[in-house]
């Protein structure tokens, strides 16, 4: 079956401006999460939704960032007032519950450079 | 805070020879325990897993074990192959929600 997806695969922007993110889940997966991959690191958590609702958020840099699940399915990861520093790339993950066993399957993520 | 450790970050070998890598984890609660290949440019694939209720665990090439009494765990490939090279990652899930920690890689290389 189809797989985790995102879009844009890239997105360019200035400093300062807005973008938003889009992750479509494996269908049926209730789990959806976001993480932030620097260049030479591993994945870190950003925020995780179990449904609807952001269940933990405790990895969101700061303020400017803010994801939203509103019905269960497709997810949007909004940054605000960008800067250089936020350039990386934004995986989405998603499994079938919210069991901290369960598989996180990965979409290939968005490439995202502030310039 | 939960923190995960991976050693080494860059590990060479010849081709049909084994690769070990290491990582430990803070987070006594922590139960589960998967390892993803990274190719560059590519999603991270889960490759293999392991819960907390058991010790080791095996897949073809692929082995991980688990020793929950010093907090790590390690992944085995034997008879290497060339299409194995990539960036390998250790994860933990944490005990009180179900995000996962990952190390910071291990780079892989299988020269033929």
């Known amino acids: 079956g189809a797989g985790v997806s995102q879009t844009p695969s890239n997105k360019v922007t200035e400093k300062g401006k807005y973008v938003e993110l889009r992750c479509d889940p494996i269908?049926?997966?209730?789990?959806l999460y976001w993480y932030r991959q620097s260049l030479g690191q591993g994945p870190e958590f950003l925020i995780y939704?179990?449904?609807?609702?952001?269940?933990?958020d405790s990895g969101l840099p700061n303020d400017r960032f803010f994801a939203v699940r509103p019905e269960g399915s497709v997810s949007t990861l909004k940054i605000q007032r960008t800067e250089r520093g936020d350039s990386a790339v934004y995986l989405c993950?998603?499994?079938?519950?919210?069991?901290?066993?369960?598989?996180?399957?990965f979409g290939p993520g968005t490439r995202l450079t502030v310039l | 805070g939960e923190n995960v450790e991976q050693h080494p970050s860059t590990l060479s070998v010849q081709e049909g020879d084994s690769a070990v890598i290491k990582c430990t984890y803070s987070?006594?609660?922590?139960?589960?325990f998967p390892w993803y290949k990274q190719e560059l440019g590519k999603r991270p694939q889960l490759i293999i897993d392991?819960?907390?209720?058991?010790g080791e665990k095996k897949d073809q090439r692929i082995a991980v074990t688990l020793n929950k009494t010093a907090k790590h765990f390690s992944l085995h490939i034997t008879e290497t192959q060339p299409e194995d090279s990539a960036v390998y990652f250790c994860?933990?899930?944490?005990?009180?929600?179900?995000?996962?920690?990952f190390g910071t890689g291990t780079r892989l290389q299988v020269f033929p």
């Open positions: 269908s049926g997966h209730t789990a």
């Open positions: 392991i819960r907390s209720n058991v």
């Open positions: 939704f179990q449904g609807t609702g952001a269940a933990d």
């Open positions: 987070d006594s609660a922590s139960n589960y």
């Open positions: 993950a998603s499994s079938l519950m919210a069991a901290s066993t369960d598989t996180q399957y």
């Open positions: 994860a933990a899930s944490t005990g009180s929600t179900d995000k996962l920690i």
